[in-house]
C-alpha cells in the first residue's frame, strides 16, 4: 500500500543538527498519522516521536523532548524528524511508520514501515 523510504541520515558530532525525511507513495498519506522510531544496536525499538494527519498534534519520547521535532508536508508526502543538540545515545537505526490508529499518544499499530536511516554521532 503505501511505501516509506527514510533518507538524511549520516555521521554528526554531538551538539550537531540533522534533518529525517520519510517520503511517502500512494494516495493514503496525508489521512495517516506519521512516526519515528529508532532502534540502536542490541536495543529494543523505542518510540521518538509521532503525528497527526493535519500536523496538528505532535507527542514525543521523554528523551528527546526538546531537541527533537517532527512535521509533515502532506503537498509533499514527506514527514520530516528535525535533530537538534544530537547525543551519542542517539545513535540508531531511524525507521518511519504510517500509525493505524492516532490519539495524542504513543501509537501502537501501524500499517507500514520504511527501510531506516542510519544516524551516527560522535563523542
Known amino acids: 500500500q503505501v511505501q516509506l523510504v527514510e533518507s538524511g541520515g549520516g555521521l554528526v558530532q554531538a551538539g550537531g543538527s540533522l534533518r529525517l525525511s520519510c517520503a511517502a507513495s500512494?494516495?493514503?498519506?496525508?489521512?495517516?498519522?506519521m512516526s519515528w522510531f529508532r532502534q540502536a544496536p542490541e536495543k529494543e525499538r523505542e518510540f521518538v516521536a509521532a503525528i497527526s494527519s493535519s500536523g496538528g498534534s505532535t507527542v514525543y519520547a521523554d528523551s528527546v523532548k526538546g531537541r527533537f521535532t517532527i512535521s509533515r508536508d502532506n503537498a509533499k508526502n514527506t514527514v520530516y524528524l528535525q535533530m537538534d543538540s544530537l547525543k551519542p545515545e542517539d545513535t540508531a537505526v531511524y525507521y518511519c511508520?504510517?500509525?493505524?490508529?492516532?490519539?495524542?499518544?504513543?501509537?501502537?499499530?501501524?500499517?507500514?514501515w520504511g527501510q531506516g536511516t542510519q544516524v551516527t554521532v560522535s563523542a
Open positions: 500512494g494516495r493514503t498519506f496525508s489521512s495517516k498519522a
Open positions: 511508520a504510517a500509525a493505524l490508529v492516532f490519539d495524542g499518544s504513543v501509537p501502537r499499530v501501524f500499517s507500514s
